[in-house]
Antibody, heavy 118, light 106 residues
């Protein structure tokens, strides 16, 4: 079964750090680009970061540039999101999503909740 | 960044109704548009890719069309399981922004 499972979400104070992980199974992970998407509960979806299959191409949304770092380990079938200098507005559900050849996010994880609050 | 707008933001419909949702891009994106369905507490689910291609396993009552800046998602006959929020997303460049969503309610 093709699956993505996120972990690492937690309650963290403003200014703190958190590392999210996304474990892939059921497909050849190294062939796919991956993305992190955020959703404030009850609101819309925001693309945060993209990493190519090789890890050589990376993009960030302006809202997280300089604070978040995406990485992947193809040997471990995992993609990560290191989040530093967290702000209250970073609160939300974080999804990892598989990108299929620049035309869709065809596989999504169940999401992990990040709450930034003192 | 390319902005996507959706209309309406919400709609009320009945089982069996035909429903059409529109998505407009701030600049031409050819056919690089996908549609997703999201139910409460769940991750989004891919319905349509490349503007008009039905994802495997998605019921044929869903269809998409459009190119350039104007796109539509249609549901030919609304099923009880279709009450959800629908999002469009472009793939023309990063960031692959999403539209704000359209909530389909009873």
């Amino acid at each position: 079964e093709v699956q993505l499972v996120e972990s690492g979400g937690d309650l963290v104070q403003p200014g703190g750090s958190l590392r999210l992980s996304c474990a892939a199974s059921g497909f050849t992970f190294s062939r796919y680009s991956m993305n992190w998407v955020r959703q404030v509960p009850g609101e819309g979806l925001e693309c945060l970061s993209y990493i190519s299959s090789s890890g050589r191409t990376i993009y960030y949304a302006d809202s997280v540039k300089g604070r978040f770092t995406i990485s992947r380990d193809n040997a471990k079938n995992s993609v990560y999101l290191q989040m530093d200098s967290l702000r209250a507005e970073d609160t939300g559900i974080y999804y990892c999503a598989r990108e299929r050849t620049r035309d869709a996010f065809d596989v999504w994880g169940q999401g992990t909740m990040v709450t930034v609050s003192s | 960044a390319i902005l996507l707008t959706q209309s309406p933001s919400s709609l009320s419909a009945s089982v069996g109704d035909r429903v059409t949702i529109t998505c407009r891009a701030s600049q031409a994106i050819n056919t690089a548009l996908a549609w997703y369905q999201q139910k409460a507490g769940k991750a989004p689910k891919l319905l349509i890719y490349d503007s008009s291609n039905l994802e495997s396993g998605v019921p044929s009552r869903f269809s998409g069309s459009g190119s350039g800046t104007d796109f539509t998602l249609s549901i030919s006959s609304l099923d009880p399981e279709d009450f959800a929020t629908y999002y469009c997303q472009h793939f023309n460049a990063f960031p692959q922004t999403f539209g704000p969503g359209t909530k389909v309610e009873i």
